[in-house]
């Protein structure tokens, strides 16, 4: 069965521009979750999503970063006014439910690259 | 505060030698730990959690409380292990903390 997916593969912006990723998560799977890893750095928890409750989105670094999903699909997570230091692979899981314990699957992540 | 801590970037090892790869972490209660791995051009996937007590690929780890750690071992390494390593933990919430990663290279 298909896997989580992410696009764009890779995105090139300009220093304050904004930027869309966009994830689908695996089919049936309640729970999604955003991360962002910078180069040599872990994985950094952004936003968690489960069902339709309110969104965990203590993570976000600044205002400037946003996410949405609908009911238990697509995701958008956005960038508004890239800053240099945005620059990161962006990558996206799900869990068929909530909790520790459940294995995360992942996507292949967007590269982001802010000139 | 709640972390992961890997304290190797790389680790080089020959083929058929032993593999330890070491991961500490910081938290108060009693928490779940977790191995994920990324092979070349693969997706980041899970490899084994401490609660199934299970060996995946030949690999094992066992969850130390009193030194918190939770080292993932493999008595034999083979070259398609080569690949990068996180360790990670869960607080029994569906909050993960993940470490900085190990890139294993096994030698022919």
């Known amino acids: 069965g298909a896997g989580v997916s992410q696009s764009p593969s890779n995105k090139v912006t300009e220093k304050g521009k904004d930027v869309e990723l966009r994830c689908d998560p695996i089919s049936g799977h309640t729970a999604l979750y955003w991360y962002r890893q910078r180069l040599g750095q872990g994985l950094e928890f952004l936003i968690y999503?489960?069902?339709?409750?309110?969104?965990?989105k203590s993570g976000l670094p600044s205002d400037r970063f946003s996410a949405e999903r609908t009911g238990e699909s697509v995701s958008t997570l956005t960038i508004q006014r890239t800053q240099q230091e945005d620059s990161a692979v962006y990558l996206c899981?799900?869990?068929?439910?909530?909790?520790?314990?459940?294995?995360?699957?992942f996507g292949p992540g967007t590269r982001l690259t802010v000139l | 505060a709640q972390r992961v801590t890997q304290p190797e970037k790389l680790l080089s090892v020959f083929k058929g030698a032993p593999v330890e790869l070491k991961c500490n972490y910081s938290?108060?209660?009693?928490?779940?730990l977790f191995w994920y791995v990324q092979y070349s051009r693969q997706r980041l996937q899970l490899l084994l959690r401490?609660?199934s007590r299970e060996s995946i690929k030949g690999f094992t780890a066992d969850l130390n409380k009193g030194e918190t750690s939770f080292h993932l071992k493999k008595p034999f390494a083979q070259e398609e292990d080569s690949a990068m390593y996180y360790c990670a933990l869960s607080s029994g919430t569906y909050k993960y903390i993940f470490g900085t990663g190990t890139r294993l290279k096994v030698l022919a």
């Open positions: 401490h609660i």
């Open positions: 938290y108060s209660g009693s928490p779940e």
């Open positions: 999503f489960q069902g339709n409750s309110a969104p965990d």
């Open positions: 899981a799900s869990s068929f439910k909530a909790g520790g314990g459940n294995e995360q699957f």
